[in-house]
């Protein structure tokens, strides 16, 4: 059974707007979140993360805000601009995990219209 | 510049054949990792190396073996496998434990595009 799920496989937002991106966790002893960003032919890169202790972490463009009592998270992109255009994986991890390990979404892919 | 490199970047291999996939770090990280990724399903983690010592193996198959000689670099030999193995195979390195603390972000290479037949 996924403990983190990504239920839209993709979206599509015009340029300019806003784009949304939602991961679902199951596990409550989750405590660190990323947000990693992949373009084709590429591996992952790191793009933002969270901590349990916030509901909230900004980085320019993108912000995740996370709800702990949900279980929630998402990812927000303001304005959208063509180069989002990527897939993007939620992960999470536990801090007593002495090996370290990312449990990840399936991903969505995001499709930023001009 | 990722500072994670992997070669080759496709190979193509028949079920009888051996081969290895080669992943180096230029970050100066403790952990190493392999992850398969199959078309639209999450990242599987393979194998974990903490200090060049494994500490994880997800269940893998025996027809996949990790090397990991020292902390810059990590291998994954491939025999007599299967085409369902056919997966975009990636490797990343973290941190680990440091003076700061434990961070999570990993940083992944570009990827090996393997293609059994």
């Known amino acids: 059974d996924q403990q983190v799920k990504q239920n839209s496989p993709s979206l599509s937002v015009q340029e300019g707007r806003i784009s949304i991106l939602n991961c679902d966790y199951t596990?409550?002893?989750?405590?660190?979140f990323l947000w990693y960003k992949k373009y084709p032919a590429e591996g992952p890169t790191f793009l933002i993360s969270?901590?349990?202790i916030k509901d909230k972490n900004e980085d320019g463009r993108f912000t995740v805000f996370l709800n702990k009592s949900a279980k929630h998270l998402s990812l927000h992109i303001v304005p959208s601009q063509p180069g989002d255009s990527a897939v993007y994986f939620c992960?999470?991890?536990?801090?007593?995990?002495?090996?370290?390990?990312?449990?990840w979404g399936a991903g969505t892919k995001l499709i930023i219209k001009p | 510049e990722t500072g994670v490199t992997q070669t080759p970047r496709h190979l193509v291999m028949g079920m009888t054949n051996k081969k290895s996939l080669k992943c180096e770090q230029h970050l100066g990280h403790n952990a190493m990792y392999w992850y398969k990724q199959s078309a639209k399903k999450p990242l599987e983690l393979m194998f974990v190396y903490n200090f060049k010592e494994q500490t994880e193996n997800n269940s893998v198959p025996s027809r996949f073996s990790p090397e990991c000689p020292n902390s810059s670099h990590l291998f994954l030999h491939l025999h007599t496998l299967q085409p369902e193995d056919s997966a975009l195979y990636l490797c990343?390195?973290?941190?680990?434990?440091?003076?700061?603390?434990?961070?999570?972000?990993?940083?992944f290479g570009p990827g090996t595009r393997l293609t059994v037949t």
């Open positions: 596990n409550s002893m989750f405590d660190y």
């Open positions: 992960a999470a991890s536990e801090h007593m995990d002495s090996n370290y390990q990312l449990i």
């Open positions: 969270i901590s349990s």
């Open positions: 990343a390195s973290s941190q680990g434990v440091g003076l700061g603390g434990v961070t999570y972000e990993q940083y």
